[in-house]
């Protein structure tokens, strides 16, 4: 093949010496527009993962990188004076200048041309005359700009401003410096490359930075690779005590936003974008390096196994698509995490340590185990210590008890609300007892009800409960002496009206779709459709409003005498409260449409007027979308607003989910996706007013229920399909946990069953193999970087 590469960084060289490897006879020419020696930035980054791929690919090239290699496995947290360190995590970095030159070499031994100092050629005639364009030309990529309405770009600047420096203080360890300053927290990313330097980024929040006076020096102009040496003179002062006398170093140093880059296709015919030219990932966790890298070797790899370019690229994209988007969902939930890091300052610094090890869901609770088991018994200690003055060994997280009013949980767990559509004229019948009931039994602290609706115009399909009849009291009164006769579970009803997503089939028979017999008129804040294909509904009169609030109170009332623990009322999922809430679905010109506080009118008049009649021992919960995932709909910051604004009016559970508002949302679906919107909530509502937040959403492991405990983003977590898949989740969780106690207790005709049966073969006992037994590992070996010096 001929191959134009545009672009000689770490991407385009890799690709080439991998190429010319598979195939000698490949023509590879490279067009750089810098020098061989010229390169930005200081060390980079790479994983185990990554290097295994590396040595695998091209043992010479890892050879070389293996001798410049610094090495360590811990990481030190550095907040409010005290240090927290967590080992076992393996990191090899390396200077980039080192890296390039180890790469040009390889390719100049290998016969790839490289054109230094020297523009590429137009792409187009590049394209006309190769087999294969290779586009690596960076961040601000040329080639992505020329045919953007093929690749689709999107580019998103973020918040937070940082700046890339380095020092001759050779750290030891991975450092996060966390510092409060007078004008804001500042934060450093610092790790050692080599014998004499290490890396040294220094980042903080846009309002922080101005508070600084760094935006007057960032006014001025820079030559190309001039540096902000006003900026880095200041920041030396500030960091004087983390430099401890050393130098920071420049490298065209100056104040940059953080660009997250995606693109809906990666290639155009025969031209393929690589590296930052099409994706980029936040630095905190990892170098944009490793990608590229990654990248190169699986381009190159698709192409030797495919029979032609094009094959060879559409299997690229297909198998490397998913690795990117991973990356940078979790390299999303880290940038954002550091974009808000004030809202955790005021955590323990043992909790604060394992919230930021955490932010990007990849690292967990049991991963954390697993690599320094001493640091995890260290938090688990201070967790226990935050929830009981009795002297008890730890437990999981998600075994603490909880109380709230008068109702304690004996754990963490909820089951969510999960529409089931299997009422008979609004009663529920024995599948509800059993569908609840073997949820109890499995040992949730928590099961909540589907949406029981208020009326028979409420309901979202003819198979929907309700409580607006006393036949539908007694059968929900059965289904609650149930579950607290037979279990330690307390049982919580949801409240809502479908709004203008009522009348519609149930489930199985199409989703959202209207009734084509049988249907009935639904109403809305607005005149509008909740779909293209979906009934449009009445403006609501406010006449029905009142109708409606009185609707909601009597049936709070009816709960109350079946004895349900807690009421939650449904203001998410583009019902009809929830649709007063958002801008999308409510265009109202009255007092209960335009602003915010407006559109909130009526969810808070029928929240008051529920707890005005609900118990006053028993909590009350809200559930919220979050966001509507949809332009022009409500944001974060709204859901905030809209919490704050339950919160005052006495809300004692706020539970967060996001969008089903409209039928057009784009949702950035993922594991745990929902619950940064709950931590958000949970830290400037929740922790204020003393509300618990409950963090739902794509969360089915244990260990990430731990995780989201610990790390002080939520105080319960609801789990819904995974409880489909096993009612006894609870208990299984527990049993795999090594848990017994009595928040995870067995059902007295159950307990036979609480190990978990054997599968399959099992090996005997092994027999003793060491004369002298290895003392048991309680700590993860610590390794620093101590080059001699």
Not at 48 to 74: C, K, N, P
Not at 248 to 269: E, M
Not at 564 to 570: A, K, Q, R, T, W
Request: with cysteine.
């Amino acid at each position: 093949m001929r191959i134009a590469v545009i672009g000689g960084g770490p991407a385009g060289l890799y690709f080439s010496a991998l190429m010319k490897q598979l195939d000698p006879s490949d023509e590879i020419t490279i067009w750089e527009r810098n020098a061989p020696d010229d390169t930005f930035g200081f060390g980079v980054v790479f994983s185990d993962e990554t290097l295994g791929g590396i040595e695998h690919a091209d043992e010479q090239v890892y050879r070389a990188m293996s001798e410049r290699f610094a090495r360590w496995s811990d990481i030190d947290i550095h907040y409010r004076d005290e240090v927290r360190t967590s080992g076992g995590q393996g990191f090899a970095a390396m200077s980039r200048k080192e890296l390039l030159h180890i790469l040009q070499q390889r390719c100049a031994e290998l016969r790839v041309a490289i054109h230094f100092r020297t523009a590429a050629p137009d792409v187009e005639e590049l394209a006309a005359t190769h087999d294969l364009v290779l586009a690596s030309d960076g961040l601000n990529s040329a080639v992505r700009t020329r045919f953007a309405d093929v690749f689709g770009p999107s580019l998103d600047p973020r918040c937070n401003k940082y700046m890339w420096l380095g020092t001759d203080r050779v750290f030891e360890a991975f450092e996060f410096f966390v510092k409060h300053t007078p004008y804001g927290i500042m934060q450093v990313h610092a790790y050692p490359f080599s014998a004499g330097q290490s890396t040294f980024i220094v980042e903080m929040h846009e309002s922080v930075w101005r508070a600084a006076g760094f935006d007057v020096f960032a006014d001025l102009e820079f030559a190309p690779g001039e540096n902000d040496e006003k900026s880095i003179a200041l920041l030396k002062e500030i960091f004087a005590a983390e430099l401890d006398g050393h130098a920071l170093q420049a490298n065209n140093s100056k104040w940059i936003n953080f660009t997250t880059v995606r693109n809906t296709t990666w290639r155009h015919g025969n031209i393929v974008l690589i590296g930052d030219a099409a994706h980029t990932a936040h630095f905190s966790i990892g170098s944009g390096t490793k990608l590229a890298m990654e990248d190169a070797l699986a381009l190159a790899a698709c192409l030797h196994e495919n029979d032609s370019v094009a094959a060879g690229l559409d299997a690229y994209e297909i198998e490397r698509r998913p690795v990117v988007e991973s990356v940078q969902r979790a390299a999303q939930a880290s940038l954002e995490w550091f974009e808000s890091i004030g809202r955790y300052t005021d955590q323990h610094p043992d909790q604060f340590a394992f919230n930021l090890l955490t932010r990007s869901r990849r690292i967990t609770y049991d991963n954390l185990r697993l690599r320094d088991d001493g640091f995890v018994e260290a938090i688990d200690g201070w967790y226990l210590s935050e929830q009981t003055d009795e002297a008890e060994a730890p437990r999981p997280p998600m075994f603490y008890p909880l109380r709230i009013k008068g109702v304690e949980l004996p754990n963490r767990i909820l089951v969510s609300p999960m529409d089931i559509y299997s009422a008979m004229d609004g009663v529920p019948t024995d599948f509800h007892l059993v569908h609840l009931g073997s949820k109890a039994l499995g040992g949730a602290g928590l099961v909540m009800t589907e949406m029981v609706c208020v009326s028979p115009e409420g309901r979202i399909t003819p198979g929907c409960a309700g409580l607006y009849t006393e036949e539908q009291e007694r059968s929900w009164a059965r289904i609650v002496d149930f579950v607290h006769c037979g279990t330690r579970s307390k049982i919580g009803v949801q409240l809502g009206h479908s709004g203008r997503k009522g009348a519609t089939k149930v489930m199985w028979e199409g989703i959202d779709d209207p009734l084509e017999t049988g249907g009935w008129e639904t109403v809305g804040p607005s005149a509008l459709p909740y779909g293209p294909d979906s009934r449009t509904p009445r403006e609501i009169t406010i006449a029905e409003m009142d109708e409606i609030t009185a609707q909601f109170a009597a049936s709070a009332q009816a709960a109350a005498r079946a004895g349900f623990d807690v009421l939650e009322v449904h203001c998410a999922h583009g019902y009809l409260l929830s649709s007063f809430l958002s801008p999308l679905a409510n265009q109202r010109t009255d007092e209960f449409g335009g602003s915010l506080e407006n559109r909130l009118r009526f969810p808070l008049r029928v929240f008051d007027a529920i707890r005005a009649v609900w118990p006053a021992d028993r909590p009350l919960s809200v559930r919220i979308s979050a966001t509507d995932w949809a332009d022009g709909g409500n944001t974060v910051d709204d859901a905030v607003a809209i919490a704050r604004a339950f919160a005052e009016h006495g809300v004692d559970l706020l539970h967060v989910s996001s969008g089903q508002v409209v039928k057009h949302e784009t949702p950035a679906y993922g594991r745990s996706y929902q619950t940064p919107f709950a931590d958000r909530i949970r830290q400037e509502v929740g922790v204020p007013h003393g509300i618990a937040v409950i963090a739902v959403g794509a969360i089915s492991s244990y260990d990430d229920v731990n995780s989201v405990l610990l790390a002080g983003r939520a105080d319960l977590v609801a789990i819904g399909r995974a409880h489909l898949w096993d009612p006894q989740w609870t208990l299984h969780a527990a049993a795999d946990q090594g848990y017994r106690g009595d928040a995870a207790e067995w059902p007295a005709p159950f307990r036979a069953g609480n190990r978990k049966p054997p599968t399959g073969r099992t090996d005997g006992p092994p027999p003793r193999l060491q004369l002298v037994r290895e003392a048991a590992r309680h700590h993860a070996p610590t390794r620093r970087w101590t080059p001699e010096r």
